[in-house]
Protein backbone atom coordinates (compact mmCIF):
# COMPACT_ATOMS: atom_id res chain seq x y z
CA UNK A 1 0.00 0.00 0.00
CA UNK A 2 1.59 3.12 -0.73
CA UNK A 3 1.43 6.37 0.53
CA UNK A 4 -2.05 7.32 -1.02
CA UNK A 5 -3.39 4.41 0.35
CA UNK A 6 -3.39 2.47 -3.08
CA UNK A 7 -2.42 -1.28 -3.47
CA UNK A 8 0.60 -1.75 -5.68
CA UNK A 9 1.77 -5.33 -7.07
CA UNK A 10 4.18 -6.68 -9.40
CA UNK A 11 4.56 -10.05 -10.93
CA UNK A 12 8.08 -11.85 -11.43
CA UNK A 13 9.34 -11.85 -14.73
CA UNK A 14 11.33 -14.95 -14.67
CA UNK A 15 11.92 -18.22 -13.05
CA UNK A 16 14.80 -18.19 -10.60
CA UNK A 17 17.75 -19.70 -12.02
CA UNK A 18 18.72 -23.27 -11.05
CA UNK A 19 17.64 -24.15 -7.41
CA UNK A 20 16.97 -20.70 -6.35
CA UNK A 21 13.55 -20.08 -4.57
CA UNK A 22 11.96 -16.98 -3.95
CA UNK A 23 12.96 -15.90 -0.20
CA UNK A 24 8.98 -16.07 0.48
CA UNK A 25 9.10 -19.51 -0.15
CA UNK A 26 12.34 -20.12 1.86
CA UNK A 27 10.53 -18.14 4.82
CA UNK A 28 7.46 -20.39 4.60
CA UNK A 29 9.37 -24.04 4.70
CA UNK A 30 11.41 -22.78 7.69
CA UNK A 31 7.94 -21.59 9.59
CA UNK A 32 6.62 -25.06 8.87
CA UNK A 33 9.67 -27.02 10.18
CA UNK A 34 9.87 -24.68 13.60
CA UNK A 35 6.12 -25.34 13.32
CA UNK A 36 5.50 -21.66 13.84
CA UNK A 37 1.82 -19.96 12.88
CA UNK A 38 1.52 -17.83 10.15
CA UNK A 39 3.45 -19.65 7.49
CA UNK A 40 0.76 -21.57 5.85
CA UNK A 41 0.27 -19.55 2.54
CA UNK A 42 1.31 -21.40 -0.58
CA UNK A 43 1.17 -18.65 -3.29
CA UNK A 44 2.50 -14.93 -3.31
CA UNK A 45 -1.67 -14.27 -3.88
CA UNK A 46 -2.47 -16.30 -0.75
CA UNK A 47 -0.30 -13.71 1.06
CA UNK A 48 -2.01 -10.58 -0.37
CA UNK A 49 -5.20 -11.61 -0.06
CA UNK A 50 -4.59 -12.39 3.55
CA UNK A 51 -3.00 -8.67 3.83
CA UNK A 52 -5.76 -6.96 2.10
CA UNK A 53 -8.40 -8.80 4.57
CA UNK A 54 -6.75 -6.84 7.35
CA UNK A 55 -6.86 -3.73 5.69
CA UNK A 56 -10.09 -1.90 7.63
CA UNK A 57 -12.51 -0.74 4.66
CA UNK A 58 -10.44 -1.94 1.43
CA UNK A 59 -10.84 1.71 0.42
CA UNK A 60 -8.59 4.44 -1.32
CA UNK A 61 -8.71 7.12 1.42
CA UNK A 62 -9.69 10.35 -0.77
CA UNK A 63 -8.89 13.61 0.23
CA UNK A 64 -6.67 16.49 0.81
CA UNK A 65 -2.86 15.96 2.05
CA UNK A 66 -2.04 17.91 5.14
CA UNK A 67 1.26 19.85 4.42
CA UNK A 68 1.86 22.32 7.05
CA UNK A 69 2.63 26.17 6.21
CA UNK A 70 5.20 26.33 7.98
CA UNK A 71 7.34 24.62 10.85
CA UNK A 72 7.56 26.50 14.02
CA UNK A 73 10.01 26.23 17.12
CA UNK A 74 13.43 26.31 17.24
CA UNK A 75 16.02 23.22 17.43
CA UNK A 76 17.84 23.34 20.99
CA UNK A 77 19.90 20.02 20.41
CA UNK A 78 23.28 19.59 18.72
CA UNK A 79 24.21 20.42 15.66
CA UNK A 80 23.73 17.56 13.69
CA UNK A 81 26.25 17.42 10.56
CA UNK A 82 25.05 16.47 6.97
CA UNK A 83 28.22 15.50 5.16
CA UNK A 84 26.58 14.68 1.69
CA UNK A 85 29.55 14.29 -1.22
CA UNK A 86 29.26 17.26 -4.01
CA UNK A 87 29.23 15.65 -7.53
CA UNK A 88 33.00 16.53 -8.13
CA UNK A 89 33.97 14.95 -5.62
CA UNK A 90 32.61 11.27 -6.07
CA UNK A 91 35.46 9.67 -6.96
CA UNK A 92 39.49 9.78 -7.59
CA UNK A 93 38.88 10.77 -11.28
CA UNK A 94 36.33 13.61 -10.91
CA UNK A 95 38.75 14.97 -7.77
CA UNK A 96 41.61 15.60 -9.76
CA UNK A 97 40.46 16.88 -12.76
CA UNK A 98 41.69 19.91 -12.59
CA UNK A 99 38.97 21.48 -15.00
CA UNK A 100 36.62 20.40 -13.06
CA UNK A 101 37.45 21.68 -10.12
CA UNK A 102 37.52 24.93 -11.63
CA UNK A 103 33.74 25.35 -11.92
CA UNK A 104 31.18 26.80 -10.02
CA UNK A 105 30.11 23.50 -8.80
CA UNK A 106 33.03 22.68 -7.11
CA UNK A 107 32.53 23.11 -3.76
CA UNK A 108 35.58 24.26 -0.80
CA UNK A 109 35.27 23.12 2.61
CA UNK A 110 32.91 25.30 4.65
CA UNK A 111 30.67 25.41 7.72
CA UNK A 112 27.02 26.38 5.82
CA UNK A 113 24.31 26.86 8.38
CA UNK A 114 21.13 28.89 8.64
CA UNK A 115 21.06 32.07 10.14
CA UNK A 116 18.78 30.82 13.36
CA UNK A 117 21.29 28.29 14.03
CA UNK A 118 24.29 30.95 13.83
CA UNK A 119 22.68 33.32 16.40
CA UNK A 120 21.63 30.29 18.68
CA UNK A 121 25.46 29.02 18.48
CA UNK A 122 26.46 33.09 19.09
CA UNK A 123 28.21 32.54 15.52
CA UNK A 124 26.19 35.13 13.67
CA UNK A 125 29.15 37.79 12.75
CA UNK A 126 31.74 35.16 12.51
CA UNK A 127 33.76 34.10 9.39
CA UNK A 128 35.83 31.32 10.37
CA UNK A 129 34.47 28.71 13.25
CA UNK A 130 35.92 25.72 14.36
CA UNK A 131 33.65 22.25 13.80
CA UNK A 132 34.26 19.96 16.29
CA UNK A 133 33.33 15.51 15.56
CA UNK A 134 34.71 13.16 18.09
CA UNK A 135 38.23 14.40 18.66
CA UNK A 136 38.95 16.44 15.20
CA UNK A 137 39.06 19.62 15.02
CA UNK A 138 39.23 22.13 12.04
CA UNK A 139 38.83 25.58 11.52
CA UNK A 140 37.15 26.44 8.52
CA UNK A 141 35.27 29.75 6.43
CA UNK A 142 31.59 29.97 8.34
CA UNK A 143 28.61 30.72 5.43
CA UNK A 144 25.15 31.53 7.01
CA UNK A 145 22.95 29.47 4.46
CA UNK A 146 19.31 29.62 4.46
CA UNK A 147 18.78 26.04 2.81
CA UNK A 148 20.54 24.53 5.57
CA UNK A 149 17.86 23.28 8.15
CA UNK A 150 17.71 24.56 11.96
CA UNK A 151 19.61 22.98 13.52
CA UNK A 152 22.04 21.66 11.04
CA UNK A 153 25.33 21.95 9.58
CA UNK A 154 26.63 21.46 6.16
CA UNK A 155 29.98 19.91 6.17
CA UNK A 156 30.83 18.19 2.65
CA UNK A 157 32.61 14.98 2.86
CA UNK A 158 35.30 14.24 0.58
CA UNK A 159 36.63 17.76 0.34
CA UNK A 160 40.38 18.31 1.14
CA UNK A 161 39.13 20.82 4.16
CA UNK A 162 36.82 18.54 5.90
CA UNK A 163 38.71 15.36 5.24
CA UNK A 164 39.48 13.63 9.07
CA UNK A 165 36.38 14.99 10.81
CA UNK A 166 34.56 12.37 11.49
CA UNK A 167 31.26 10.65 10.30
CA UNK A 168 29.58 12.61 7.14
CA UNK A 169 26.18 12.46 9.55
CA UNK A 170 26.52 12.94 13.33
CA UNK A 171 26.18 15.26 16.32
CA UNK A 172 29.05 18.24 15.44
CA UNK A 173 29.87 21.03 17.71
CA UNK A 174 30.91 23.95 16.28
CA UNK A 175 33.21 26.46 18.22
CA UNK A 176 33.97 30.52 17.78
CA UNK A 177 37.05 30.40 15.25
CA UNK A 178 39.48 33.28 14.91
CA UNK A 179 38.11 35.75 12.04
Known amino acids: VNLEGRWQSFEETVAPPGDARAAWRVL???GNYLELEGFEFSSCADITNTVRGLHQDGAVQEGPWFVPAGLNG?????VQRIGDVPAYAVDPMVRR????????DAVAGAIRINSKTAARLGLANCAQAVAVQGEARQSLPLVVDERVADGAALLHSAVPECIGLGPAF???TIEMGDG
Open 28 to 30: RVL
Open 74 to 78: TSTGP
Open 97 to 104: AQALQETP
Open 170 to 172: GVL
